[in-house]
């Protein structure tokens, strides 16, 4: 934004397994380290905002609105990845919440003013305003579309684009007060679920002169993938490149993935999300390095642990939360005492953090535990058992060349094993 801060626009999963809630936060940072988490920045009540018809599109009759074969295409993928009972218990609970819940909004802004494009899940779409990048955003005006997931773009010449949709996006020009366009001109099918993988959650960008479409990506059998396509124009036609990121494996009932690229003091990131607490919802902020070839294409990057910061250095405390990889019913999340950790409910469950790096050879680590279990501790090729108790443990590793790696942490057996935090040196 103006300020030199970048801000994030986010839905907010405010109640266990349930996607989104009626209130948006921002948060912001300027240098990638420190963030603010601003207050609410936009709310809004069911007697506030009613169904709406747009033209062609169809009108939301009351929760997500899917054509009836993308409906059972996505409960054919969610049974195929065993999230059914999680899938579902998520969309219950989302019937209880009072009042409409707000999905995932864009943002931008334009001659000192802030402009957030939200939709609800009643598939109604608007624009509010503010003076200020983390809000508060008033005077909600409704835009003549029906969908979710709406995504803003001002191109160089200061035409602005609006985007939207699920399993097909629709994109059209702005008016030029960014609050309404005509909707005889909306062009449909700029992407779809069939020819370009797409599922939800658009968001372009310029870099040069291709415009990049982000969206979730089901090119490996559910949308955890960020995938983009690339055109010549912001309207089309489009050509599917790959994907960014896959956040797959990060929690046992990871089902999506939404976010964006951003360049920021002359870096390219890509923004995305991840499941926790073994639930499709609970869903966190996460942020890796990318790089743009000369050919336009962005090579995948795996998540990390690290995220931006450089790989963790030998003696670091690393939080066990941060584990990037889990199998076996391994998830990071909140325990009874309200302490970030990762959970080993069974043998076989395993965590992973992205990466360590030591200049020097590593001979020890430190791990903090709850619960009792025989724990393998491995280095890349290099690993060692140790059977713990609750409470701190100082370990013998051997001898790790030093170098660059990956942790991973597998219990062999016990039971509900809590790790709270790990180090190596």
């Given at each position: 934004?103006?300020?030199?801060?970048?801000?994030v626009?986010g839905?907010?999963?405010?109640?266990?397994d349930?996607?989104?809630?009626?209130?948006?936060?921002?948060?912001?940072?300027?240098?990638?380290?420190?963030?603010?988490?601003?207050?609410?920045?936009?709310?809004?009540?069911?007697d506030?905002?009613?169904?709406?018809?747009?033209?062609?599109?169809?009108?939301?009759?009351?929760?997500?609105?899917?054509?009836?074969?993308?409906?059972?295409k996505?409960?054919?993928q969610?049974?195929?990845?065993?999230?059914?009972?999680?899938?579902?218990?998520?969309?219950?609970?989302?019937?209880?919440?009072?009042?409409?819940?707000?999905?995932?909004?864009d943002?931008?802004?334009?001659?000192?003013?802030?402009?957030?494009?939200?939709?609800?899940?009643?598939?109604?779409?608007?624009v509010?305003?503010?003076?200020?990048?983390?809000?508060?955003?008033?005077?909600?005006?409704?835009?003549?579309?029906?969908?979710?997931d709406?995504?803003?773009?001002?191109?160089?010449?200061?035409?602005?684009?609006?985007y939207?949709?699920?399993?097909r996006a629709?994109?059209?020009?702005?008016?030029d007060?960014?609050?309404?366009f005509?909707?005889?001109a909306v062009?449909?099918?700029?992407?779809?679920?069939?020819?370009h993988?797409?599922h939800?959650?658009?968001?372009m960008?310029?870099?040069?002169?291709?415009?990049?479409?982000?969206?979730?990506d089901t090119?490996?059998?559910?949308?955890?993938?960020?995938?983009?396509?690339?055109?010549?124009t912001?309207l089309?036609?489009f050509t599917?490149?790959?994907?960014?990121?896959?956040?797959?494996?990060?929690?046992?009932?990871?089902w999506?993935?939404?976010g964006?690229?951003?360049?920021?003091?002359?870096?390219?990131?890509?923004?995305?999300?991840?499941?926790?607490?073994n639930?499709?919802?609970?869903?966190r902020l996460?942020?890796e390095?990318?790089?743009?070839a000369?050919?336009?294409?962005?090579?995948?990057?795996?998540?990390?642990?690290?995220?931006?910061?450089?790989p963790?250095?030998?003696?670091?405390?690393i939080d066990?939360?941060?584990?990037?990889?889990v199998?076996e019913?391994a998830?990071?999340?909140?325990?009874?005492?309200?302490?970030?950790?990762?959970?080993l409910?069974?043998?076989?469950?395993s965590?992973?953090?992205?990466?360590?790096?030591?200049?020097?050879?590593?001979?020890?680590?430190?791990?903090?535990?709850?619960g009792?279990?025989v724990?393998?501790?491995?280095?890349?090729?290099?690993a060692?058992?140790?059977?713990?108790?609750?409470?701190?443990?100082?370990l013998?590793?051997?001898y790790v060349?030093?170098?660059?790696?990956?942790i991973?942490?597998?219990?062999?057996?016990g039971?509900?094993?809590?790790?709270?935090?790990?180090?190596?040196?």
């Amino acid at each position: 934004m103006p300020d030199g801060r970048l801000y994030v626009y986010g839905s907010y999963d405010q109640h266990d397994d349930v996607w989104c809630s009626n209130e948006y936060r921002v948060v912001s940072t300027g240098n990638l380290r420190d963030w603010t988490v601003h207050g609410t920045s936009f709310t809004i009540g069911r007697d506030e905002w009613e169904t709406v018809s747009a033209g062609d599109e169809p009108v939301p009759t009351g929760g997500r609105w899917m054509k009836a074969k993308h409906l059972v295409k996505t409960m054919n993928q969610v049974r195929r990845a065993k999230l059914g009972p999680a899938f579902l218990r998520a969309g219950k609970a989302s019937r209880l919440i009072q009042g409409p819940l707000l999905f995932a909004p864009d943002c931008i802004e334009r001659d000192g003013r802030y402009y957030l494009y939200f939709d609800l899940s009643d598939g109604s779409e608007g624009v509010a305003i503010s003076d200020h990048p983390e809000g508060p955003f008033i005077d909600p005006v409704r835009l003549p579309a029906a969908g979710i997931d709406p995504a803003i773009f001002i191109d160089d010449d200061g035409a602005a684009y609006y985007y939207w949709g699920q399993f097909r996006a629709s994109g059209v020009r702005l008016d030029d007060d960014l609050r309404g366009f005509d909707t005889n001109a909306v062009r449909h099918n700029l992407i779809t679920a069939e020819k370009h993988h797409f599922h939800e959650g658009s968001s372009m960008r310029r870099i040069g002169d291709t415009y990049y479409l982000v969206f979730a990506d089901t090119s490996r059998g559910k949308p955890t993938s960020l995938g983009y396509c690339t055109s010549p124009t912001p309207l089309g036609p489009f050509t599917y490149r790959g994907v960014i990121i896959d956040n797959d494996g990060c929690d046992p009932a990871s089902w999506n993935n939404h976010g964006s690229i951003e360049q920021f003091d002359g870096q390219w990131y890509v923004f995305y999300h991840r499941s926790s607490g073994n639930s499709p919802a609970r869903r966190r902020l996460c942020v890796e390095p990318i790089t743009i070839a000369s050919d336009g294409s962005i090579a995948e990057v795996p998540m990390t642990s690290q995220g931006t910061g450089a790989p963790h250095a030998p003696g670091e405390v690393i939080d066990a939360w941060r584990a990037c990889q889990v199998t076996e019913g391994a998830y990071v999340g909140p325990s009874n005492d309200g302490q970030e950790k990762l959970f080993l409910p069974r043998p076989g469950a395993s965590g992973a953090f992205r990466y360590v790096e030591s200049d020097d050879d590593l001979t020890h680590a430190r791990i903090d535990v709850d619960g009792p279990g025989v724990l393998n501790i491995s280095l890349g090729a290099h690993a060692t058992e140790h059977s713990l108790k609750s409470g701190p443990h100082d370990l013998d590793l051997g001898y790790v060349p030093a170098g660059r790696y990956e942790i991973t942490l597998t219990l062999r057996s016990g039971s509900d094993l809590q790790i709270r935090s790990l180090s190596v040196d």
